[in-house]
């Protein structure tokens, strides 16, 4: 049987990396439910004078970074992505509920667990899925990211004016602070938490007919059990939808994990489902034949 997030691509070796079998468990199962910690040698608090909204706040959006700055206040533009990475996007900080936080955007997807107590703020050493990426400042950024997110010390966010969407104020052990512009997540979108899948997506599209010609992924559902040991594997279908944050690269084999979601809604011509991507687990380049 074949394990859950291998990958057949270049694998890097980092210090917040973790092994296939070790990233498997971790991402099927989940975390431990969120505790109260204290983070130690913090240097920087939320001041309490200010309104926030409560922690179960930050599962419910996207939080993209929009203005870094360090303990003086001066910008910092070293944060950025780099201008021929994803033209437009930022990098992207989510918080689940069972205290997971997740770092997107970058060449990898870095995660993490995080505790609240109050204002303040901890997160363990970050662990990386293992894809390579041709953009070395992409990397660097990564590496970065994954040393500077651990150094968190404490959150806030503020109460917005006009009911504007919340923007989330972290400030780091160093007196640095990032302000982060909030976009509702699916789950608060459409009322609910979805559903989990595992799609494998093969290398090619294939023609299909939908509301005219177009070109389809094709795609089979996956089952793993609670070892992240492939199980079942159900028979290929061609997908009319698309997927949320997913971009096929023709010629590479993809496993995704996905959240579906059933609009309340439906447009004319659309499906009923949302299909939104959580992460790529297995990655393969298939040679043409």
């Not at 199962?29 to 109260?36: D, K, N, R, V, Y």
């Not at 936080?101 to 970050?126: A, E």
């Amino acid at each position: 049987m074949k394990h859950l997030y291998t990958h057949s691509r270049t694998i890097r070796t980092a210090a917040y990396t973790l092994g296939a079998s070790s990233m498997a468990l971790l991402m099927l199962a989940g975390c431990a439910a969120t505790t109260s910690a204290t983070p130690s040698n913090t240097t920087s608090t939320v001041s309490t004078t200010t309104t926030s909204l409560p922690a179960s706040t930050l599962p419910g959006y996207h939080w993209q970074l929009a203005r870094a700055t360090d303990a003086q206040g001066h910008t910092q533009t070293h944060w950025q992505l780099p201008a021929d990475s994803m033209p437009g996007q930022s990098i992207q900080l989510d918080f689940s509920r069972d205290g997971m936080i997740s770092v997107k955007n970058l060449c990898n997807q870095l995660n993490g667990r995080y505790t609240l107590d109050g204002s303040r703020m901890q997160v363990d050493q970050m662990v990386s899925t293992l894809r390579a990426c041709s953009s070395q400042a992409l990397m660097e950024l990564e590496r970065r990211v994954a040393t500077k997110v651990p150094q968190l010390a404490s959150w806030q966010v503020p109460t917005p004016a006009n009911q504007a969407e919340p923007v989330l104020q972290l400030t780091f052990k160093d007196g640095s602070r990032w302000e982060l512009q909030g976009a509702p997540t699916p789950a608060t979108l459409y009322g609910s938490e979805g559903v989990r899948e595992f799609l494998e997506v093969a290398p090619q599209r294939e023609r299909c007919v939908g509301v005219g010609p177009m070109q389809c992924l094709k795609v089979r559902k996956i089952q793993y059990d609670s070892r992240g040991l492939k199980t079942q594997e159900g028979p290929w279908e061609l997908f009319y939808s698309d997927i949320q944050g997913y971009k096929h690269e023709p010629g590479i084999r993809n496993v995704l994990r996905v959240q579906r979601y059933e609009r309340q809604h439906v447009p004319a011509d659309a499906s009923k489902y949302v299909y939104v991507l959580d992460m790529v687990v297995e990655s393969e380049i298939v040679k043409p034949r």
